[in-house]
Each structure stands twice: as C-alpha cells, then as structure tokens.
C-alpha cells in the first residue's frame, strides 16, 4: 500500500514570493507521483506528473516539482506566487506500470495556500 | 471534447433515502473512478470500473454502497439508506486507460439531513 504525507495543512505567503510545499510518500513499488489544485467547490486540476525520466518536472501555472527518490519526496514549488493561486493543493501517488495491483490514486490530505497582498 | 461530467451537481437527502450520482467519462475514456472526500480530510479511492466491470472495489464501504457503469450510459454510484456520515463530495474522475493520467470532474455535493 501507498501513503502520503502532506507537511504542512496551510501555508501562508506573500503575493511574488517563492513557495514550496512539501510532500513525502511511502511505497514498496514504483509509483508515479501527481500534484492536483482543487479551487473552492470545484474539481481537481492536474499540475503535473513524474512518471519517470528527469526528476524536475514543470507543470502549468509556473509550477515544478523535484522527484527525490531518497528522500521519498516530491515536493511543489513556485518562485513567485499571484493572488490566484490560492487554493487547495494536493499530492497524489500510484502504482507505476511496474507495480501491479489497482489504479487509484492515494492522495495527501491536501495544503492550503493562501497567498497575501 | 467535454470534460468529465457529474449530476448532480449538489443533492440534498434526508436520512434513509438513497442517492444516485451519476458521472459521464470525457469522450473515448473507458476507465472510471470514485473518490470522496469527507470535510477537512483528502480524497480517498473508492472505486476503479471499466465498462461492464468493477475492477477495485477496495475503496468501497462494505454495505450500502454500490457502482456500476454499463455499456451504454453514464457511471452511477449508489448509496442506499444514506446517514449523516455519508455528507461528503463525491468526485469521478476518468481515463482512457489503466495507467493513464485522470481527468476529475467537477464533484457532487451530497448533504444529508
């Protein structure tokens, strides 16, 4: 089985300020890793995604994450955050092609980010 | 193409009725999951179907819950009898196969009375 840790519940940051958020897994097969935006009562919007290759992975918005697989994390960053990008960011892993077994994905309990003028 | 679609959008049951969610894949995706996710809490798995077949169930609560997507038609998630405890928003999200990226749809909102 997967678990996610998501670090921190909320992150607080000035507008134009960098920001990361952190996220650490746990698997005992290959996993492909996932960060979702979920704006107020709407669905999830996929960021981006490590399926394998280069560890720094760039997704929409100006976002990147950086796969660690030592330190089994995948942590979200953006070098200069907007007002816009407040909402609800959650980290997602599955099994890789190599894993086996079900296709769900396993999410974190999600960070809030709440972007300050 | 559409995306992933969900109705309804917000339900309203009172204790012990059921309650029916339907989701409509995006075009040309065959592969279909259910995720809830209860109040300050993340998504969790509950459900992966293709047509005509449950392929995890492992997410599912064992009784009063139920799923299926047929041939033809949307995919529905059932609960029977529904509690207070089943409030929650309910996403589907689909893929045009098993390891492929998921497309979420936009939720329903289910709230018990």
């Known amino acids: 089985a997967q678990s996610v840790t998501q670090l921190d519940s909320q992150v607080p940051v000035f507008e134009e300020a960098p920001v990361e958020l952190r996220c650490n897994y746990s698997?005992?097969?290959?996993?492909?890793l996932f960060w979702y935006v979920q704006y107020p009562n709407q669905g999830l919007q996929l960021l981006l995604k490590?399926?394998?290759?280069?560890?720094l992975v760039k997704g929409i918005n100006g976002f990147e994450a950086e796969f660690n697989k030592s330190q089994t994390s995948f942590h979200l960053r953006k070098p200069s955050v907007h007002i816009s990008d407040t909402a609800e960011y959650f980290c997602a892993v599955r099994r890789g092609r190599s894993g086996g077994g079900a296709d769900g994905l396993t999410f974190g309990k999600g960070t809030h980010l709440i972007i300050q003028p | 193409n559409a995306g992933v679609m969900q109705n309804p959008r917000h339900l309203v049951r009172r204790r012990g009725q059921e309650a029916r969610l339907r989701c409509s894949p995006m075009k040309g995706h065959s592969h279909v999951y259910w995720y809830r996710q209860l109040p300050e809490e993340g998504l969790k798995f509950m459900v992966y179907?293709?047509?005509?077949?449950?392929?995890?169930e492992s997410g599912m609560p064992k009784e009063r819950f139920s799923a299926e997507f047929p041939k033809e038609g949307p995919s529905i998630l059932r609960i029977q009898q529904v509690v207070r405890g089943d409030s929650a928003a309910y996403f589907c999200?689909?893929?045009?196969?098993?390891?492929?990226?998921?497309?979420f749809g936009p939720g329903t909102r289910l709230t018990v009375t």
């Open positions: 490590y399926l394998s290759g280069s560890t």
């Open positions: 179907l293709q047509k005509e077949n449950i392929i995890d």
């Open positions: 999200a689909s893929s045009p196969a098993s390891k492929d990226e998921q497309y």
């Open positions: 698997s005992s097969v290959s996993v492909y």
